[in-house]
């Protein structure tokens, strides 16, 4: 099932005006400035889906829609800017319980139609929603169970994040379609099969991405003595100008480097900081037990990057039966976005979406979380995945006894 | 594209500037005494104009030297045609083209991995310099190059432009 | 014991490196890259090479290429964090004797030396 760059390109943009008109409709109701911040099309596990909302208490207005699409979507507001966005819809409503409620329902309803209109009007069918259901939950259980989807255990999300200026407030709105309808719908719409990617192959890269990030984890648990875990491994797919937006305005300590051949791209491996001097020193055969980020660090850190982005890349290469190179490691310490920012320009000069892989581990017995980006070459990774054997998706260790025999 | 009139404003006690964001490859023009902000500059250069006799402001935030070097793609996107939007939109705002001044920041040289042939942030400094150079607008502040990221704001009623890196403390053009 | 030369780029993994193999070896030399590396055996001749793979200037392949080719002698042990198959068939068409995969263990780095450069 081959679906074209162009008509993800036009899915994620009938999802981001979806989200414009919907915080429109908001807007008129409530005088509310707000803006869609970033829209972007995920494949992910289902398990890890809502993963980035953890720790925080939603309210949430679900719905389901089907037609020619078929799924669930959800707006999550954080509690506090859901009691502010009732306030300023009807002053005085939020200390009344139920007519808060149904403030929020009713601004969901609405937004909700103006989310889901475009989707409709593109395909020329109807599209039709389920009546608002108010829920309230912590993190990721403010989104429905996402979708079955047959053997595989990946599905697409379609998540805007909407920022509100002033109130320095985020909500969302997430879109979890099931699997067949939304690619069956994208194979209907293929506008042209010049660039066209096998969609379920991507799924299969996914899962070889999943186990890469398991062994830059293992890597880094052999390298500190830390238990690590990785999390979520994601791939997803925005427009060139919002990849810098993946990664937060926080500074990041890590290390960058460019891979050359099927696929080619950039990959980074970014620590926070107190999370990059934790895992450093944990590296050092000494105590340093230091608050700065010194060079001794740096050197440990560019190391470990090293040593992640080859356990990260190298599964795809023994899948691929092929070699990937990469340039040895740059490190950097700078504001996340600005460090993503070049990255992206360069690979914007040939694509204007572009594919990013991320991936997440962290441990519980220290403060260390550590994130992977890489930003494929669209070309390349179409050819990978053209080249990719399915029945060969586990093979992504190398046996060097066997080769040095 | 967004015109912030001021008509909407609520509160006229309103003590601190309003904060206008500005994304990677978007402008935005004010007419108020605002605060326009741009965060996450690496080769990217974000460009700031502003005629204070009328107290008209606009930033742009561009990724790119040319679009004629891309198909497709919004005109913020690139330094060519991003400037000359930010221009034009000014004028519908009521600035005077002779009043104009511009100050710009970022074309960083970091994580450059072209092994021959000029970085992107130094390509985008190149032409960012060059446009406003043709539509007559003078450059008095700039802070570009380097192998590090910042972030700015453009005061709209002074035309101070503040410089943010990572590791350093910020500068006022 | 053998001598050993170390070629890697990193600081933090010549350090490791030299940490493990000071007690027993002596080490003629560490260097950065690949160039680096065949200059300097040809200088000390060393029994022994622990060669990076991924290094700037010259990799750590090109570099066994050129030294196996100038001294089949040579012993010479990947020690990358590459995990790659076609890598590790690129390693032992340059000549490489062993190939040590990072994050390693001391006993794995005195049990590939052993095997190569048996006392
Ligand atoms: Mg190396």
């Known amino acids: ?11 994620n943009q009938l999802a981001h005006e979806g989200a414009e008109q919907a915080t429109q409709s908001m807007g008129q109701m409530t005088g509310i400035d707000a803006v869609v911040d970033v829209t972007k099309i995920t494949l992910l596990d289902r398990a890890d889906v809502g993963e980035e909302l953890a720790g925080r208490d939603f309210v949430g207005v679900q719905f389901s829609f089907d037609g020619v699409l078929e799924g669930d979507t959800v707006l999550a507001f954080d509690v506090d800017s859901a009691g502010t966005i009732t306030e ?33 009007d593109y395909v020329g069918a109807t599209i039709d929603h389920s009546p608002p259901e108010y829920i309230e939950e912590s993190g990721g259980d403010v989104l429905p169970d996402a979708p079955e989807n047959g053997d595989h255990q990946q599905v697409f999300v379609f998540k805007s994040e909407i920022e509100w200026i002033d109130e320095s407030v985020n909500f969302y709105i997430y879109m979890l379609p099931e ?14 099969d010049g660039d066209a990617i096998p969609i379920d192959k991507l799924q299969t890269f996914n899962e070889m991405t999943t186990s890469g990030t398991q062994k830059a984890a293992d890597n880094v648990e052999m390298m500190t003595g830390i238990p690590t875990e990785s999390e979520v491994t ?65 050197a440990a850190i560019e190391e470990l990057g ?100 | 594209m967004k015109v912030y009139d001021g008509s909407q404003t609520e509160s006229p006690e309103q003590s601190t500037p309003e904060r206008i964001k500005v994304g990677i490859a978007e402008y935005k023009v004010t007419t108020e005494p605002a605060v326009l902000t741009t965060s996450g500059l690496g080769s990217c250069i ?124 910020s500068i006022t053009l | 014991m053998p001598d050993v030369l170390i070629a890697d780029d990193s600081e933090f993994m010549r350090n490791l490196l030299r940490e493990i193999l000071e007690e027993d070896h002596e080490i003629v030399g560490e260097v950065e890259n690949g160039v680096e590396a065949v ?60 190939y040590i995969t990072k994050p390693f263990q001391k006993p794995s780095v005195m049990e590939a030396i052993e095997d190569v450069v048996p006392s």
């Open chain 2, 46 to 169: 974000g460009i700031a104009v502003y005629d204070t006799r009328n107290t008209v402001a606009g930033l742009v935030h561009v990724m790119l030297p040319s679009a004629a070097d891309i198909d497709g793609g919004n005109h913020a996107k690139f330094a060519d045609t991003g400037i000359e939007a930010l221009i034009e939109a000014m004028a519908d705002a009521g600035a005077s083209m002779e009043a104009m001044e511009a100050k710009i920041a970022g074309g960083s040289d970091m994580l450059d991995f072209s092994e021959n042939g000029s970085s992107i942030g130094s390509r985008n400094a190149k032409k960012v310099r060059e446009t406003l150079d043709e539509h007559d607008v003078p450059v008095v502040g700039e802070d570009l190059g380097g192998d590090h990221g910042r972030s700015v704001k453009l005061e709209a009623d002074t035309g101070n432009f503040i410089v943010k890196s990572a590791n350093t403390d």
């Open chain 1, 179 to 192: 699997y067949e309808s939304l690619t069956e719908m994208m194979v209907e719409h293929v506008d042209t």
């Open chain 1, 234 to 298: 994601q791939i997803s797919f925005a427009p060139i100008e919002d990849v810098p937006k993946q990664i937060g305005t926080d500074t990041f300590v890590g290390t960058v480097v460019e891979f050359t051949g099927t696929p080619s791209g950039y990959l980074m491996v970014l620590f926070d900081e107190i999370s990059a001097i934790n895992v450093a020193e944990a590296m050092m055969p000494i105590e340093m037990d230091s608050d700065e980020l010194t060079d001794q660090h740096k």
């Open chain 3, 39 to 98: 200059e300097v055996f040809k200088e000390e001749g060393p029994d022994l090479v622990m060669m990076d793979i991924v290094m700037p200037i010259r990799d750590g392949i090109e570099a066994t290429d050129e030294i196996k080719s100038s001294n089949p002698d040579a012993n010479v042990i990947m020690c990358t964090s590459v995990g790659q198959e076609e890598k590790m068939k690129e390693a032992v068409k340059a000549g490489a004797d062993g």
């Open chain 1, 1 to 11: 099932m081959n679906v074209d760059i162009q008509s993800l390109g036009t899915f």
């Open chain 1, 88 to 120: 300023e819809m009807m002053p005085g409503s939020s200390d009344d319980e139920a007519m808060a409620r149904s403030g929020i329902e009713e601004i969901g309803n609405i937004m909700m139609s103006g989310f889901i209109d475009g989707w409709a």
């Open chain 1, 306 to 405: 090293n040593i992640m982005t080859s356990g990260f890349v190298d599964g795809w290469a023994n899948v691929l039966q092929t070699s990937v190179e990469h340039t040895p490691p740059r490190v950097v310490h700078d504001m996340g976005r600005a460090i993503m920012d070049p990255l992206a320009a360069q690979v914007g000069q040939h694509q204007e979406h572009a594919f990013i892989i991320d991936s997440e581990m962290q441990t519980d017995d220290i403060e260390f979380k550590a994130e992977i980006h890489a930003l494929p070459d669209e070309k390349e990774l179409r050819a990978a995945l053209d080249d990719l054997d399915v029945e060969r998706a586990t093979e992504t260790g190398a046996d060097v006894e066997q080769i040095f025999k």
